[in-house]
Nanobody
Framework: QVTLVESGGGLVQAGDSLLLTCVFSGDTWRLAHMGWVRQVPGQEREFLADFRRDRRTTYYEDVVKGRFTISWDNDRTTLYLQMNSLKPEDTGVYYC??????????????WGQGTQVTVSS
């Protein structure tokens, strides 16, 4: 089992930056990919960014490309999402996620509890 604990959400103004942190614990060796997902009430989940552990490569959806950066500290088993140039439409609950190699994107096996990000105009 893998446990994910997020932190770093909050209320910011448009144009500000925010860093989300997610600490993984348990059987983290199972994880091949880690990612961030956003949920806005009444809308479908948005899969924002993915980190491939063995190659240390990243993937971003167009909606955040160039503004958000995903990174992984393997020693600390911690996932980060640096969010710059935030917009009001970035408002939502952000979840960190993890998946095993046998699970195909955009499905994830493990989820954090979510952290609220609110961007005011």
């Amino acid at each position: 089992q893998v446990t994910l604990v997020e932190s770093g959400g909050g209320l910011v103004q448009a144009g500000d930056s925010l860093l989300l942190t997610c600490v993984f614990s348990g059987d983290t060796w199972r994880l091949a990919h880690m990612g961030w997902v956003r949920q806005v009430p009444g809308q479908e989940r948005e899969f924002l960014a993915d980190f491939r552990r063995d190659r240390r490569t990243t993937y971003y959806e167009d909606v955040v490309k160039g503004r958000f950066t995903i990174s992984w500290d393997n020693d600390r088993t911690t996932l980060y999402l640096q969010m710059n140039s935030l917009k009001p439409e970035d408002t939502g609950v952000y979840y960190c996620t993890g998946r095993q190699d046998s699970t195909s994107w955009p499905n994830y096996d493990y989820w954090g509890q979510g952290t609220q990000v609110t961007v005011s105009s």
